[in-house]
C-alpha cells in the first residue's frame, strides 16, 4: 500500500482536531482510500498545552515549521496557524518546496490571491474545503458535483457567530449587545469580535466563493460589506411580522452586465430554506443552469467538523500524490471588478419624532429620487419618556446608489432622530 | 490533451439531457478538466423521436448497444435505459469489459448490489451520483467529503413524487386522489404511480444510501416500506397543528444493535430544516461522528438536474481513466440483515363511534401493551351525515411490535370504522 506523508503546522483547535482524525481513523483511512496516510510531523511553537486530545508522542513534534516545509519526506503541508503573518510564509515556501498544501486559512488566501493561486492551484496543489463553511463541502461540490453548471447566484449564511448572534437575539427577544456578550462567553464569538459581526470575515469567504463559483477574483477588501452591529431586537420582530428573517447574507450574481458581490443584512422569506438556517450553522445556496437550485447546509466552525473537512482534503491531496498524472489544467481565475449598480427592495427603519407631516417629508424625499414606497408601517412601540417612535418602510425595488442619496438626505431631517436602519430585502 | 471516449445508452429524457450538456459544454469541460471528453456513440432503437435538443449527427447514432459496450474506443459507457432488464446486461458487459460504467438506475444497483458491486466499485469503474437525490451530490459528499466521519444516522426525502403531493396536499387542502391526477397531468407521477407512492423507490434509494453510508448492503425488498397512499389531508392539518410538517422519509441508523432501515411517511417537526423541503426537490439530512450535521439539498429529478450528476460522474471517471493509479482498494461491503426491533412515538388517527367509553376501550389496549399516551385530540370534523369522528393519539415511545400488535387489535373493535393511520415521529 502506497503511504503518504503529512506534515501539520499549527496545533491550535483545529489543529489538535485534524491530529485526533489522523491517528484515531488511520485504519479507516487506509480502508476507505487503499492510501496509508501517515501523520508525520505536528509543529507548533509550544506543546506544553493541554490540547484535550491526550498525550501526543514526542517523536512527532517539531518547533520549527521550516523543517516541515523543507523535509523532503513529507508530502502534504497542512497550514493551521491560520492569519496573514506567518501562514503566508508557510504556504508560500511549501508550495514552492513541490508540497500539496492544505489551510483552513481564508483571510490569506482571499487577501493573497494573486501571489498564492499563481503557484497553488486548486484540485491539484492547493486544498482549502475548510476555508469555507467548514465541514460543509462546499469547494468539491462546486468544483466538481457542478463542474457541468454555470453557476449563476449563490446566497450564503458563512459566519456562524452573525447567524448564531441573530437567532437568539430572536429566539429570546434580547437585543445585540446582550447576546453578543453571551455568545462571548460561550466561545461562539471572539472578544474582538469585529472580523465576524462587522461582516468582514463574511467577505472573506465571498472572495473565495466567487473564484470557485464565477471564476473571477475580487479582492475582500473591495466587496462592498456591512455587519450586523446596527440591528435591533425590534426590526426582527418587524421583520418577523412581514414573514421574513433577518440573516448576514453574502451574497454573489454573476449577470451579464458585471458581478455582483456584497455582504450585508438582508430579510429572508420564512418560505425560503435559508430562513430556517439557525445558529452556529452555515449554509450555502446556489443557482445554477443545469441542476437547478441547491443548499448545502451543515456547520461552519468547531474542531471537529473544520477538521474533518481538513482530513477530506488531506485524503483528496494524497490520491493527487500516488496518481501523479491527474491533469493540472484548470479553468483560468479571471481577477475581475464588481458591478457598481444594483437594485433590490429595502426595508427601512427610521427613527422619527412623534409628530405629523413626518412621513410626508420622508416620502418627498424619497419619490424625489424615484423610490417608491410599497408600505407603511407605524407601530407604537416607543418607551415610556421618549418622543420618538419607529417608522417601518419597505419600498418597491430601487438602485443602490439612489437610495443611499435618498437615505442620507433624510437622516438630516431634523425629525429623525438616529441614524436609519437600511436593510435589503432577498427575492429569492 | 488528453481525450477520453464516451458512449451513452438510452436516448430518453435524461440521456438526450446528457448528450445535450456533453455537446454543448465539450469547450468548458476541457478547461475545467484538463481532459477532452468526447461523445463518441448514442445508442437507442429509436431515433426518430423528437428528444427536444436538435438533431444528432449521424456518425453518433447506434442502435445495437453491444456495439457500443463492445467497442475498443469507447472508455466510459453511460447507461440510461433503467429497469432491471437489458440495463443489467449493459451495465455486467461493460464492466467485464473493462470500461467504466456511469448509471442512474437505483432499481438495478439495488436489486441486484451482490452481482454489480462484485465487478464494480464506486470511485473506480462504477458511478452512479444520479441514481441517488439527482442533482444532489450525496454519493460524492458520502464518499469523499465525509472520508473522515462515521455516519451514524440519515434521514431522506428521497422520492419528489411523493413530496410533491404532499406538499400540494397540504398547500391546496386537497385530498391524496385529487393532487395524485394533478401530478400525472403535470408530470410529476407516472400513469403507474406505484414505484412512487408506495415508497419503492425510497427504499431503492435507501438500500443504496446504507452501501454508501453504512457500507452494509441491504435488499430493498426486505426494508420496511409503506407509502403515501393511506394519508388523508385532516392528518397534514392535524400534524400542521401540532406543530409538524408529514414527509416520507428513508431513515437509516447505524446503531450498536444492529441497522435500522425503514421508509415511511413520518411527523418532522417544523423547527427542523427537512420540515421546509417542499414539492419535487429532495434532500439528505446526515448526522455525523465529526463532522455534525449535514443537510444537502436539491431536485432529485428533472432532465438537466439528473443530466448534471451523469456528467459530473463522466467527468471523475474521465480523472480515474487519465490516471489510472488511483488506489483501486475500497471500504468492503458487508451484507447485512437489518434491525428488527425499533421504537418511537407515533401519531395515530382512529376513525371511531362518536359514543362515550370509546376512548376507554382504546386506551386500555394501548395499556395492556405497555403504550403510554402522550396527548389526545379529537376535534369534530365528521362529516354531516356520518356518525364517525377522528380521534387523534401521540404516544410516548413505544417500541414497534408492540405497537403493531396494540393496532390490530384496536382495529378489531366494533366501534372503530376504518383501518387506523399510524404514522412514526421523528424526533430529530
Known amino acids: 500500500m502506497k503511504r503518504v ?96 498544501v492544505v489551510t483552513a486559512n481564508k483571510a490569506l488566501l482571499s487577501e493573497y490571491a494573486r501571489d498564492i493561486f499563481s503557484i497553488g492551484t486548486p484540485e491539484t ?79 472573506h469567504k465571498l472572495s473565495l466563493l466567487s473564484l470557485l463559483a464565477f471564476g473571477k477574483y475580487v479582492p475582500p477588501e473591495t466587496i462592498p460589506t456591512e455587519g450586523i452591529t446596527n440591528l435591533e431586537l425590534m426590526d426582527l420582530l418587524f421583520a418577523d411580522e412581514m414573514g421574513y428573517s433577518i440573516k448576514l447574507l453574502a451574497v454573489g450574481n454573476d449577470t451579464k452586465q458585471g458581478l455582483d458581490l456584497r455582504v450585508h443584512p438582508a430579510l429572508v422569506p420564512y418560505e425560503h430554506m435559508l430562513s430556517s438556517v439557525e445558529g452556529v450553522f452555515n449554509a450555502l445556496y446556489l443557482q445554477t443552469d443545469e441542476a437547478g437550485d441547491m443548499m448545502f447546509y451543515g456547520r461552519g466552525a468547531g474542531r471537529f467538523p473544520t477538521a474533518s473537512a481538513v482530513v477530506s482534503d488531506v485524503v483528496d491531496a494524497a490520491r493527487v500524490i500516488v496518481s501523479p498524472d491527474v491533469p493540472s489544467a484548470r479553468q483560468e481565475i479571471e481577477f475581475s471588478p464588481r458591478l457598481s449598480e444594483v437594485s433590490c427592495r429595502y426595508y427601512v427603519r427610521f427613527t422619527v ?29 416607543a418607551k415610556a419618556g421618549s418622543n420618538t417612535v419607529p417608522l417601518i418602510l419597505i419600498t418597491h425595488e430601487a438602485a443602490e446608489k439612489k437610495m443611499k442619496k435618498a437615505i442620507s438626505e433624510i437622516a438630516r431631517l431634523d425629525v429623525v432622530k438616529k441614524e436609519p436602519v437600511v436593510i435589503r430585502i432577498v427575492d429569492l
Open 125 to 203: 496543489n492547493l486544498f482549502f474545503e475548510a476555508a469555507i463553511c467548514g465541514a460543509i463541502p462546499v469547494v468539491k461540490d462546486i468544483q466538481e458535483a457542478l463542474v457541468a453548471n454555470r453557476i449563476k447566484s449563490l446566497y450564503g449564511i458563512v459566519n456562524g457567530t452573525c447567524n448564531y448572534i441573530l437567532s437568539k437575539m430572536f429566539e429570546d427577544t434580547l437585543e445585540f449587545e446582550v447576546v453578543l456578550k453571551q455568545a462571548q462567553k460561550l466561545g461562539y464569538a471572539e472578544k474582538q469580535p469585529g472580523l465576524d459581526i462587522d461582516g468582514i470575515d463574511s467577505a
Open 353 to 381: 419624532v412623534d409628530r405629523p407631516g413626518v412621513l410626508a417629508k420622508i416620502s418627498g424625499i424619497l419619490g424625489k429620487n424615484n423610490i417608491s414606497i410599497a408600505s407603511v408601517q407605524q407601530t407604537e412601540r
Open 5 to 100: 506523508n503529512v506534515g501539520v503546522i499549527g496545533f491550535g483547535t483545529i489543529g489538535a482536531g485534524v491530529v485526533k482524525i489522523l491517528l484515531k481513523k488511520r485504519t479507516l483511512l487506509k480502508k476507505r482510500t487503499g492510501i496509508d496516510i501517515c501523520l508525520k510531523k505536528i509543529c507548533d511553537r509550544d506543546f506544553s498545552k493541554d490540547r484535550g486530545i491526550g498525550k501526543v508522542p514526542q517523536n512527532l513534534q517539531e518547533k520549527d515549521w521550516r523543517k516541515v516545509v523543507n523535509a523532503p519526506d513529507i508530502d502534504i503541508v497542512v497550514e493551521l496557524v491560520g492569519g496573514i503573518g506567518i501562514a503566508k510564509d508557510i504556504v508560500l515556501s511549501a508550495l514552492k518546496n513541490n508540497k500539496i
